[in-house]
């Protein structure tokens, strides 16, 4: 064999046991491969297994998927697409969960109650701001702290801890009203349980009541006020269905006013009690009207009407429509307005009564308030003030009498006196000849309490009894000088006779003597005039001597003395041709005479014609006494007959008491007859009487002889 052959031939050999080698390598990997591949295909079979396991499918048996199958449809690749798509759902999910999670805690956060999540070992888990808000606490994180510790001081779990009661049931627990901190919390208590039913998470809400609370016992303070009230109000009110006109509720007062118990009243038809008319004539759902301040009836129970002021109302409650009525008991307002209506019939009467007492007053009266306003004048007062009673209202007292004069002083006088008392105020009348004086008289009105409420006034005219006054001054001047003249001369001429009697020559003597016989003359008629007037004043009877007279001689006799003693002056007297008889006293007519003459000459100081004459006319004889002297004025001849009047006291040479022209008019008058003057200033003046042919007494015969007559 050659070397090639034989290189060969030892290739050959050693190729076939590479080979060989090869071939068992390969074997061996084969079995490794295939005991691998076996492996692979259990471990894909498990995985996908698991993932079908993990997507919810059963696994997958050997006869339902063998190996080559398995491996020709490519599980994994299968599962792993699925396994992607449910990655991607998972993602969205998540998404979703997350957003979800963000809006569960916001809500959890911005919660009004306080939250808290603990484990099944009662540690907090999570907790919202509110809760925070609602316990303060000291340390800053809750979490993995106990909630005995956090919330409960460290005082352990108490029997009604909610926490223990919801892991005790496993079911929610709620608890009312817990304290704490003095704050007041409705607890409840939540489980959250796994698949097995276990307990994993407790959630516990608490909810502030505390100012719940308090607004419920407000409320109920605010009903109980609202009831205290509703049942203490002296009125009777109701609550009424508007539709069937039941009675829904009613006040203790509107029970006892129709003397049933409340609960009889509650339910019963308001008709029954409160209105006479039926629900078909209801005035308020019937007809629309709403019902104020009418006066109706209500019905005891014992069948008696009670008269009261009935209110209606509709209002709505609840969405339900109502009617709210309200009642007051008016029977002693009616009797009172009976006796009020009667009271005002009494006060108008009286008002009228008093109103004709007042019209009746002669003197102006004026009524007014505690401010001097006036409310009340008389027809005297309209009269003198010169304004009526509708124009005076209201207006100060002053103010009217200020129209008038007498302001300062009247204004004074009530500063001084406060308004009471009284006061001569002065009047002018417009075109008036002399001023008029009146009394102002002011009393008090007092009202309740002593208060004064008004004032009443009086203004009386005193004009006559100021000028009275003033001519008694001046007459118990004139008289103290017509006195003392003649009295001088009685005791001058009585002192020269009885001191020089024997050295007085017998005419002396005898005139001296004439003298004081003539003065004592003029004393006598003084004292007389004197004793006239206070018999006239004091109402005493003058007596009268009434027998036949002769006026002529009369006359002639009276007028003689003047004749001889009158130098300025020349008398000339006229008589009628006929008899001129009458029934009189003949010494008080000629006292008249001399009164009439003393004046015609002491007014004519100038001297003159003194005419004097007797003249009969119808059934009358008139005495006329004429002079030339200074005459009178109109308001002096008013005055003429006054008493104390002097028609000119200024002049003092002109002498006299003021009394004889008062007693002549008295003594005529008294004669059945009449007197009066006629004069103008400077041109002179003529007083003339006339007497009756017969004087007759007020019982219709003649009187003869002795008789009195009564001074007035």
């Known amino acids: 064999m050659s070397l090639p052959e034989a290189v060969k031939s030892g290739n050959k050999a050693e190729s076939e046991a590479q080979l060989r080698e090869e071939i068992a390598l390969l074997r061996k990997e084969n079995r490794r491969l295939r005991l691998r591949e076996h492996a692979s295909i259990d471990y894909v079979r498990s995985k996908v297994d698991q993932l079908l396991g993990v997507l919810g499918t059963?696994?997958?048996?050997?006869?339902?998927?063998?190996?080559?199958?398995?491996?020709?449809?490519?599980?994994?690749?299968?599962?792993?697409?699925?396994?992607?798509?449910?990655?991607?759902?998972?993602?969205?999910?998540?998404?979703?969960?997350?957003?979800?999670?963000?809006?569960?805690?916001?809500?959890?956060?911005?919660?009004?109650?306080?939250?808290?999540v603990l484990d099944p070992e009662g540690r907090i888990v999570s907790y919202n701001r509110q809760l925070v808000e609602q316990f303060p606490v000291k340390t800053e994180n809750l979490c993995g702290h106990l909630c005995a510790e956090a919330f409960c001081h460290g005082g352990g779990r108490s029997g009604?801890?909610?926490?223990?009661?919801?892991?005790?049931?496993?079911?929610?627990?709620?608890?009312?009203n817990w304290l704490s901190n003095n704050r007041h919390f409705d607890v409840v208590g939540t489980p959250v349980k796994n698949a097995r039913g276990e307990i994993v998470q407790v959630i516990l809400v608490y909810n502030d009541i505390t100012e719940r609370l308090r607004h419920e016992q407000t409320l109920v303070e605010a009903n109980l006020r609202l009831d205290t009230m509703f049942d203490s109000v002296m009125a009777g009110i109701l609550l009424i269905d508007r539709e069937s006109h039941r009675i829904v509720d009613a006040n203790r007062y509107a029970a006892q006013m129709v003397g049933v118990s409340r609960q009889e009243l509650v339910g019963s038809g308001c008709c029954r009690f409160f209105c006479s008319t039926t629900s078909d004539e209801c005035p308020v759902t019937v007809h629309g009207l709403q019902v104020e301040n009418a006066e109706k009836q209500a019905f005891h129970s014992d069948g008696h009407v009670i008269p009261v002021q009935k209110t209606v109302v509709p209002i709505v409650l609840d969405n339900r429509h109502y009617l709210l009525e309200s009642f007051v008991d008016i029977t002693e307002r009616k009797k009172a307005e009976a006796s009020v209506r009667a009271a005002l019939a009494e006060a108008e009467d009286a008002r009228g009564k008093m109103d004709g007492i007042l019209q009746s007053v002669a003197d102006a009266l004026v009524v007014t308030d505690a401010d001097?306003?006036?409310?009340?004048?008389?027809?005297?007062?309209?009269?003198?003030?010169?304004?009526?009673?509708?124009?005076?209202?209201?207006?100060?007292?002053?103010?009217?009498i200020g129209k008038q004069g007498g302001l300062e002083a009247w204004q004074k006088f009530l500063d001084q006196?406060?308004?009471?008392?009284?006061?001569?105020?002065?009047?002018?009348?417009?075109?008036?000849?002399?001023?008029?004086?009146?009394?102002?008289?002011?009393?008090?009105?007092?009202?309740?309490?002593?208060?004064?409420?008004?004032?009443?006034?009086?203004l009386q005219n005193v004009t006559i009894e100021r000028e009275i006054d003033r001519m008694k001054s001046e007459f118990v001047s004139t008289a103290a000088h017509e006195l003392q003249t003649p009295l001088a001369s009685i005791i001058g001429f009585s002192e020269l006779l009885l001191l020089q009697k024997d050295e007085l020559p017998a005419d002396v003597q005898q005139e001296s003597l004439s003298y004081i016989f003539e003065k004592a003359e003029s004393l006598s008629k003084i004292v007389d005039d004197l004793l006239d007037i206070s018999r006239i004043e004091s109402g005493r009877p003058i007596e009268l001597f009434a027998e036949p007279c002769d006026l002529k001689d009369l006359v002639t006799s009276t007028v003689r003395p003047?004749?001889?003693?009158?130098?300025?002056?020349?008398?000339?007297?006229?008589?009628?041709?006929?008899?001129?008889?009458?029934?009189?006293?003949?010494r008080k007519l000629e006292q008249v005479l001399d009164n009439i003459l003393s004046n015609a000459f002491k007014y004519s100081p100038g001297g003159g014609v003194v005419r004097l004459r007797v003249c009969r006319e119808g059934a009358h004889y008139r005495v006329s006494v004429e002079d030339c002297g200074i005459g009178m004025t109109a308001e002096q001849q008013e005055r003429v007959f006054e008493k104390f009047y002097r028609a000119n006291a200024s002049d003092s040479s002109i002498g006299g008491t003021g009394l004889g022209m008062s007693v002549a008019r008295f003594f005529v008058e008294a004669h059945g007859g009449r007197i009066w003057v006629e004069s103008e200033p400077a041109k002179g003046t003529r007083v003339s009487f006339s007497l009756p042919l017969t004087f007759v007494s007020q019982q219709g015969r003649s009187l003869f002889g002795k008789y009195a007559v009564s001074g007035v």
């Open 58 to 116: 059963l696994p997958l048996k050997p006869e339902e998927l063998d190996d080559d199958t398995l491996l020709s449809l490519d599980p994994i690749g299968i599962v792993s697409d699925s396994f992607v798509q449910i990655l991607e759902n998972l993602k969205t999910t998540n998404d979703s969960l997350a957003v979800a999670r963000d809006e569960l805690d916001v809500i959890f956060q911005l919660a009004g109650a306080g939250i808290m």
């Open 372 to 400: 001097h306003q006036i409310v009340l004048m008389n027809r005297a007062a309209e009269k003198h003030f010169g304004i009526c009673l509708f124009e005076s209202l209201g207006l100060p007292l002053q103010e009217v």
């Open 562 to 586: 003047y004749q001889a003693h009158q130098q300025n002056h020349q008398v000339e007297v006229y008589l009628c041709s006929e008899p001129a008889e009458v029934t009189a006293d003949r």
């Open 160 to 176: 009604d801890c909610v926490f223990e009661l919801v892991m005790d049931s496993g079911t929610t627990q709620v608890r009312k």
């Open 417 to 458: 006196k406060g308004g009471a008392g009284a006061i001569d105020l002065e009047f002018t009348d417009p075109g008036g000849a002399r001023p008029r004086i009146f009394q102002a008289r002011t009393s008090e009105i007092s009202g309740s309490g002593g208060r004064t409420s008004g004032y009443i006034t009086i």
